[in-house]
């Protein structure tokens, strides 16, 4: 296909299911259905178990839970099928289901003009869902601390395990599987202030979640945009160390685990004005920040954004990623350092 050829990816994503895209490789028969879901072996790295592979119908995505360690979209399953980039999948799924695609010079000519500064990026992710959460006020400038902890919080769940966190590291955190109460059946992940007090707990879904149930719930009424998850930790490192700044909860306490202590997750791709005063407080025109957001539609958009305000006060690098889909969590100790050692 020529390059002149404008593929418009999110019409793709819209108009493929990932049922089609198995039907096409032969591996829809290969997987069992319950419900909402498609599980069977990994068809990318050629795996034998039976459920380390899962499709969710209504959300139209995938996930690997064992050497892949990954998941995505149609376009993201395709383009590691064949090892190729996503704009080179896109292009192939429209030519194995017929879908339109028009002249790059077209497409460009029929676009309305970016704005300039780029427009902030609201604060919620579509990948946390507040429940029930309550009207704001003006007066209402902090999430109050909990006057409650979670007990008995089993940290030996094979979820966690899956995710790679070592016993030294669910200690630090205080998370774990939660057997009753509103985070009942999820991970429960503690969330502090910037002084270390518990402000709320994040409940994960322990694997790919069954139809509508949200991957990640949030208590009624907490607002995860005025908070900085780790903010506590990080501040207690040296000064003369970059901030490195995440999207999620994961890919903080790996990095920390991997000795990257300096860490903070913004709980989703976007930076709030709260979040964005809080990096403000705790940096100096001498420090430095690095963007590692996952390497998606979704981080690239929000680093953007990220970097152009937060260089108004601070040196800020942005870490791009080889592969798409990659993020900060499947890093080794040593990938790391090597990131961060170009500083």
Same mark, same amino acid.
């Given at each position: 296909?020529?390059?002149?050829?404008?593929?418009?990816?999110?019409?793709?994503?819209?108009?493929?299911?990932?049922?089609?895209?198995?039907?096409?490789?032969?591996?829809?028969?290969?997987?069992?259905?319950?419900?909402?879901?498609?599980?069977?072996?990994?068809?990318?790295?050629?795996?034998?178990?039976?459920?380390?592979?899962?499709?969710?119908?209504?959300?139209?995505?995938?996930?690997?839970?064992?050497?892949?360690?990954?998941?995505?979209?149609?376009?993201?399953?395709?383009?590691?099928?064949?090892?190729?980039?996503?704009?080179?999948?896109?292009?192939?799924?429209?030519?194995?289901?017929?879908?339109?695609?028009?002249?790059?010079?077209?497409?460009?000519?029929?676009?309305?003009?970016?704005?300039?500064?780029? $427009?902030?990026?609201?604060?919620?992710?579509?990948?946390?869902?507040?429940?029930?959460?309550?009207?704001?006020?003006?007066?209402?400038?902090?999430?109050?601390?909990?006057?409650?902890?979670?007990?008995?919080?089993?940290?030996?769940? $094979?979820?966690?395990?899956?995710?790679?966190?070592? $016993?030294?590291?669910?200690?630090?955190?205080?998370?774990?599987?939660?057997?009753?109460?509103?985070?009942?059946?999820?991970?429960?992940?503690?969330?502090?202030?910037?002084?270390?007090?518990?402000?709320?707990?994040?409940?994960?879904?322990?694997?790919?979640? $069954?139809?509508?149930?949200?991957?990640?719930?949030?208590?009624?009424?907490?607002?995860?945009?005025?908070?900085?998850?780790?903010?506590?930790?990080?501040?207690?490192?040296?000064?003369?160390?970059?901030?490195?700044?995440?999207?999620?909860?994961?890919?903080?306490?790996?990095?920390?685990?991997?000795?990257?202590?300096?860490?903070?997750?913004?709980?989703?791709?976007?930076?709030?004005?709260?979040?964005?005063?809080?990096?403000?407080?705790?940096?100096?025109?001498?420090?430095?920040?690095?963007?590692?957001?996952?390497?998606?539609?979704?981080?690239?958009?929000?680093?953007?954004?990220?970097?152009?305000?937060?260089?108004?006060?601070?040196?800020?690098?942005?870490?791009?990623?080889?592969?798409?889909?990659?993020?900060?969590?499947?890093?080794?100790?040593?990938?790391?350092?090597?990131?961060?050692?170009?500083?």
């Amino acid at each position: 296909m020529p390059k002149s050829q404008y593929v418009d990816f999110k019409s793709v994503k819209t108009s493929v299911t990932m049922e089609q895209v198995l039907q096409h490789y032969g591996l829809l028969e290969q997987m069992k259905r319950s419900g909402d879901s498609l599980s069977g072996c990994c068809p990318l790295h050629g795996g034998t178990n039976s459920t380390q592979f899962r499709v969710s119908i209504s959300k139209n995505c995938w996930n690997c839970f064992s050497e892949s360690k990954c998941g995505g979209n149609v376009l993201d399953f395709v383009a590691k099928k064949e090892r190729i980039t996503v704009h080179a999948a896109a292009t192939k799924l429209c030519e194995w289901f017929q879908l339109p695609m028009e002249d790059n010079r077209t497409a460009v000519a029929s676009r309305p003009p970016r704005p300039w500064p780029p $427009p902030k990026l609201p604060p919620s992710s579509p990948a946390i869902t507040v429940l029930k959460e309550k009207p704001k006020t003006e007066d209402e400038t902090a999430n109050p601390p909990l006057k409650f902890r979670l007990e008995h919080l089993d940290v030996t769940h $094979p979820y966690l395990t899956e995710r790679g966190l070592t $016993p030294e590291t669910l200690m630090d955190f205080g998370l774990g599987h939660c057997a009753k109460g509103m985070m009942a059946g999820r991970i429960a992940i503690p969330i502090n202030d910037p002084e270390g007090k518990i402000v709320a707990y994040a409940g994960r879904w322990p694997g790919e979640p $069954p139809g509508d149930v949200p991957k990640y719930k949030l208590p009624p009424g907490f607002r995860k945009s005025l908070e900085l998850f780790n903010l506590d930790r990080a501040t207690k490192e040296p000064s003369d160390m970059p901030l490195v700044i995440v999207e999620g909860f994961f890919g903080a306490m790996k990095l920390y685990q991997h000795g990257c202590r300096k860490v903070v997750a913004l709980m989703g791709s976007s930076l709030s004005a709260a979040q964005e005063g809080l990096i403000r407080k705790h940096t100096a025109q001498s420090s430095r920040v690095v963007l590692m957001l996952d390497e998606d539609e979704a981080g690239r958009l929000g680093r953007e954004d990220i970097a152009v305000r937060l260089a108004k006060f601070v040196f800020v690098r942005i870490h791009a990623f080889d592969q798409e889909s990659a993020q900060p969590e499947n890093l080794t100790a040593e990938q790391i350092s090597a990131a961060l050692e170009v500083l």
